[in-house]
């Protein structure tokens, strides 16, 4: 007996080494990354890498004076929060009627979007947004935007309307509600909470695109992703700089996914497990 | 209610149902379903130098077959795609075993492990950039004093999709682990139980019964990474533009080169409509395998 105690005990520790291990490896470049960020310059090249340093916002200083980095952050929440706002106005209603008429085309039709390269819009779109003029623009930008956030939105939240019963629904009919009325006093805040999951993660998926700004924004519109770029061709020799932008701009997402971690993975598969 | 009264009651429900959904579907038809009717139609044209276009016929796709680089970016990216996928499933159901067995997974823990996966690819990129910088990184300096040979990583042509696949592993496996635990956590107990009365060691259920169980769970996970593979773009896009040379030039790099580096919009329609068409293919082909697994 004391031997399978023994096998158990040893086993349980294992287990723990190979989590802590596991920890380490996701954990370590991000680690990196952030302490880059708060090394002096003359540190940040330095070879063998140092560990210990005085800590420096020299980098923060240096990118906001030498790139316009708040300028380039605001177009990304102008573009994040108008797109998931869009996605959220379109996709709600669309999931409620998705939920309860079970005719899923619609929901489909907005995930096959999301299969496709986004290329392959992005051409058509280029061609017509040139020919009147929105190159450049923040609506074209938003638009483009809420074609991710849409899916999300409307996947996110079918399960959720699904989980209402049908009866509180029918109750509301035979009292002679409109099925407007239904979904926005009785339905919608019985889902609140798949609500917020929704736009925290469209949110998220919006402020992390990168293919779209790249081509459809221009000098004065370009988000902090497609503004990257700059970033590493100016920082070839500032990684300090680089890396409190890159840090700066992984903030966002990550601190809004921590929120909702517990209901993150069952909405990320679009439905198709749930976690 | 008398019949003629309920049918008009569904018939205005039907319609204020359509109502509801009628945004989104427009949305998307002009977003989308318009747009990519009209990317076949630009398949079929020619952009001179000035921007003159006009019709070509299936010039773009017979260009396309004798196109050296459409059938180098093919393989690219089934290189990639196949690499990364097999790191990221055996990685992650390593990593979701160890998950299910810990039991208790402290908020703060769940929120580590979807790190990688919440930031955006594009920071990714620009991290392990600077890691896996050959002379001043942080990977070469572990490497050396673990007595190994250093790696041009990214800057080698012959490394540099095995490195882009470990970058996006350490991105998504996490993610996979995620979706299979979900998994682990909904298999029947009573299975490991009876294993368990009937004499059977955890290295002998493994292979025997969770695996078997766990298919369909891990074929969703592929379906999903496949998606984003087969038109990886962030990261190689940030990091190595399709180089060094076209070592790392995938079809949607290639794609995206075409059209908007070098505004040959007709021949890149024509590419992203083929890269389109494997997507939905590897898809459709996942879909009936996990049909084949179900249980």
């Not at chain 1, 409307?154 to 629904?169: E, H, N, Q, Y």
């Not at chain 2, 492990?113 to 930031?119: A, K, N």
């Not at chain 2, 996006?168 to 682990?177: C, E, I, M």
């Not at chain 2, 070592?247 to 290639?254: E, G, K, P, R």
Request: glycine share 6%.
């Amino acid at each position: 007996m004391t031997d399978a105690v023994n096998t158990d005990r040893w086993i349980r520790r294992l287990n723990l080494v190979q989590l802590v291990l596991a920890g380490i490896i996701i954990m370590a470049p991000t680690v990196w990354m952030v302490l880059s960020s708060f090394k002096p310059s003359f540190e940040v090249t330095a070879y063998p890498p140092t560990l210990v340093f005085t800590p420096t916002l020299d980098n923060y200083v240096e990118l906001t004076k030498t790139t316009p980095f708040l300028s380039y952050a605001l177009n990304s929440l102008i573009v994040t929060v108008g797109s998931t706002a869009l996605g959220l106005l379109f996709g709600i209603p669309a999931a409620f009627a998705v939920s309860w008429t079970r005719i899923t085309w619609p929901a489909i039709l907005t995930l096959a979007a999301r299969m496709a390269p986004g290329t392959l819009f992005l051409l058509p779109w280029y061609v017509m947004f040139r020919q009147v003029g929105m190159i450049g623009s923040y609506t074209a930008l938003i638009l483009s935007h809420a074609v991710i956030t849409l899916p999300i939105v409307i996947w996110v939240l079918l399960p959720s309307f699904d989980g209402i019963p049908r009866s509180i629904f029918e109750a509301a009919q035979v009292d002679g509600c409109r099925v407007t009325r239904i979904l926005w006093r009785i339905a919608l805040p019985l889902v609140a909470s798949g609500v917020a999951v929704a736009a925290i993660l469209a949110f998220v998926f919006s402020w992390n695109y990168f293919l779209f700004a790249l081509v459809l924004s221009n000098g004065d519109t370009k988000t902090l992703i497609a503004a990257a770029f700059n970033f590493i061709g100016e920082g070839s020799t500032q990684w300090g700089a680089l890396m409190a932008a890159a840090t700066l701009i992984a903030l966002p997402p990550l601190v809004l996914a921590a929120l909702v971690q517990r209901w993150l993975v069952s909405g990320l598969t679009l439905g198709a497990v749930k976690g | 209610m008398s019949d003629a009264a309920a049918t008009i009651t569904r018939d205005r429900q039907r319609l204020e149902m359509s109502a509801l959904s009628a945004p989104a579907v427009i949305f998307t038809v002009a977003m989308i379903a318009f747009p990519v009717v009209y990317t076949i139609w630009l398949g079929f044209q020619t952009f001179s130098s000035t921007g003159k276009q006009s019709f070509a016929g299936l010039a773009n796709y017979s260009k396309l077959i004798s196109d050296y680089e459409f059938w180098h970016g093919l393989w690219i990216t089934i290189a990639l795609f196949v690499l990364s996928l097999v790191l990221q499933l055996v990685f992650g159901v390593w990593l979701a075993l160890v998950l299910f067995h810990a039991k208790r997974l402290p908020g703060i823990v769940r929120s580590l492990f979807i790190s990688p996966f919440m930031m955006p690819p594009v920071v990714a990129g620009m991290m392990w950039l600077v890691i896996l910088d050959p002379s001043l990184g942080a990977a070469n300096y572990i490497l050396q004093s673990l007595g190994l040979p250093p790696s041009d990583w990214l800057a080698s042509p012959s490394l540099v999709i095995p490195t882009i696949a470990l970058i996006d592993s350490w991105q998504w496996t996490p993610y996979v682990a995620l979706i299979v635990l979900g998994g682990l956590q909904s298999l029947p107990p009573s299975v490991y139980e009876a294993a368990q009365i009937d004499g059977a060691t955890p290295f002998k259920t493994f292979p025997r019964i969770t695996l078997p169980l766990l298919l369909p769970t891990i074929v969703t996970a592929a379906i999903l990474r496949s998606v984003d593979l087969l038109r990886f773009f962030d990261i190689i896009y940030i990091t190595t533009q399709g180089g060094p040379g076209n070592a790392s030039n995938t079809l949607n790099i290639y794609g995206f080169r075409v059209g908007f580096e070098f505004f040959n919009i007709g021949y890149a329609s024509a590419l992203m409509l083929t890269l389109t068409a494997i997507v939905f293919g590897a898809v459709l082909a996942f879909n009936r395998l996990r049909g084949a697994v179900a249980w």
